[in-house]
């Protein structure tokens, strides 16, 4: 990681915490932790797949509850939103995501998930919090205590939101189309965290200005052809070779239509034809991943997929009414954009709190994330950023500077943050950047 903080007055002017404000909140989540991580251990062992989390979305809409807080459920099907007024002042938007993944957990942990569900597919798996997601909500809960404890010293209206279905892309989208921004306080500012397997200690913070993570679409084309017997090619339209050209061809897209300056992906992950190996099928089925940040972007890679596969067709000379026919899936999730300004304050402040060591500016990725549509719903009036935390524990960091052994990934069946680290990290810097944002008067 290349660690750069800014000087500016501007940026410095924003104070997140002062020391006193530091030494009492990371006492107080200190004192927190056996709590925490008692309901982190809950949480871990009990995954709920996308807009399936009804046990958990109880549990913590409870909690919530017995904090003080306004909590209205069900909202995007299993999203809550809790409230709190506490004076005049700015409206702080803080979210934490809640679904699991189907993944069947292998990290030895004593409390290890052995739940299993159906997703969408219809084959019965595994569930894992696989993403960290529990450590997402259980940092949330504690700075929700954090906030309460420290009422007084804040000013403005919380909005503290537990989403669905971040995994399957939509569970923001369905929040705010069922009233997210008129049924509840409008934010000013919107904060969240995602721990990370990072090559850096545990409790690292890491935040990226400008675009973080990519839009994410999901492309399918079917490729048609005329089908025969495998010893007399002559007498087909070969769906596979016709495939294997648009694969070939859309490896050009990145390389010769996208700007070098500006990062895009395009795989295809997934190609399916034929049931024999002397038979020459009439049809071929490919699945894309396609990765971009900017619209401008999206719609030209897009597009060039589409052009690509109708080229490739003509060229083998297939008619009209065999064209491919190119789907993208409309649940896209949009590129994550961390406002530049806001960005710069975060890392002022958490660098004064925490000590530059442990604050990092990072480069985007091509990872998708659905927290984007809160500030994409208004952006001329909400600045919203989503932060990194290291959860990569000690041994795994040593085993890769030492031994080159690489880090279990983010949606591995190994991934095991140091959950403690990242659940502390998470809720000192989510309250002190709210009381940051919202002094009192």
Known sequence: MHRTFPTSLAALAMVLAAPAQADDLRS???????????????????????????????????????????????????????????????????????????????????????????????????????????????????????????????????????QPAEEAGGGARAMLADGLYTRFPKPDYALAFHDAAAPAPAGTIGITPGYALANVDSVNIQVKGIGGHGAYPHTTKDPIVLASAIVMRLQTLVSRELSPLDPGVVTVGSFLSGAKHNIISDEAKLQLTVRSYSDENRKLLLDGIARIARGEAIAAGLPDELMPVVEVQEDFTPSTYNDPDFTEQLLAGFGERFGEGRVATMPPVMGGEDFSEYRRADPDHIKSAIFWISGTPAPMLEALEKDGKPLPSLHSPFWAPDAEKVIATGAEALASAAMGLMPAG
């Open 28 to 162: 107080d989540v200190a004192a927190d932790m056996p709590e925490l991580m008692e309901l982190y251990r809950d949480l871990h062992a009990h995954p709920e797949l996308s807009f399936q989390e009804h046990k958990t979305a109880a549990k913590l809409a409870e909690r919530m509850r017995k904090l003080g807080f306004e909590v209205t459920e069900s909202v995007g099907k299993t999203g809550v939103v809790s409230v709190m007024k506490n004076g005049d002042g700015p409206t702080v938007l803080i979210r934490a995501d809640m679904d699991g993944l189907p993944v069947v957990e292998q990290t030895g942990l004593p409390f290890a998930s052995k739940e299993t569900a159906t997703p969408a597919s219809g084959v019965t798996t595994g569930v894992m919090h696989a993403c960290g997601h529990d450590t997402h909500m259980t940092g949330f809960i504690g700075a929700a205590q954090l906030l309460v404890d420290h009422k007084d010293e804040w000013q403005g209206t919380l909005v503290m939101i537990l």
